[in-house]
């Protein structure tokens, strides 16, 4: 497979989960985030070749919004980053690591009361398994806000456990997705989430 790729091993300890399966995951993602291309664990030659950013794919595709990513371990916040940017989406994508941050960064509050510099984000992605306030009560907390009636709102976790999709169904997701295990397929969601979420055409549609 071309791009990193977390192997067998990564794939057995998300499906195990117990204590230390997020950090030990996102530890070795956040390693190889260093060279995402060409890391040395596939062979040489079987590496992506570098995306060459802008075009006018780029140039024609309107910012409709920024992208709030609400996730606890930053670094899959920078690896969509970088995923947004192999793919050619010019839509920025904002981090924060909990649920109180993200209702904040909702509501407007500070330290993300500029709207003008932290507008209202047209899709949020959102992990579940958050520190204190579970990401299902986030979702829950926005799908009671009149005001963000047409925000849509993406599920997206490294671990699913049984009943997950139902209860994100269940709660008004607008979508359920799981962490990919390796860049190639990190662009491919990407491009996913653009071409239903992101663009302009659709936007109005979807939400």
Request: aromatic fraction near 8%; charge should be positive.
């Amino acid at each position: 497979m071309p791009g990193w790729d977390l192997g067998d091993r990564w794939k057995r300890v998300r499906k195990a989960g117990g204590p230390g399966w997020k950090q030990a995951w996102a530890g070795q993602a956040r390693k190889l985030l260093v060279d995402p291309w060409c890391c040395g664990i596939e062979p040489a030659g079987n590496c992506c070749p570098p995306f060459r950013c802008g075009g006018e794919k780029s140039k024609t595709m309107a910012k409709t919004g920024s992208v709030l990513f609400v996730d606890d371990e930053s670094v899959w916040v920078d690896l969509m980053r970088t995923a947004f940017k192999r793919a050619g989406i010019p839509n920025p994508v904002e981090g924060v690591k909990d649920g109180p941050e993200a209702i904040r960064y909702l509501r407007g509050e500070a330290p993300y009361a500029n709207r003008a510099a932290r507008p209202l984000p047209k899709l949020v992605l959102l992990d579940l398994r958050l520190p204190g306030m579970h990401g299902f009560e986030v979702l829950q907390w926005i799908r009671r806000q009149p005001e963000l009636a047409g925000l849509a709102v993406v599920v997206i976790t490294g671990m699913e456990a049984p009943g997950d999709v139902r209860r994100a169904q269940e709660l008004g997701a607008t979508a359920f997705l799981t962490k990919p295990l390796s860049l190639a397929k990190l662009v491919e969601m990407a491009g996913r989430i653009r071409d239903n979420w992101l663009r302009p055409d659709r936007l109005e549609e979807k939400c």
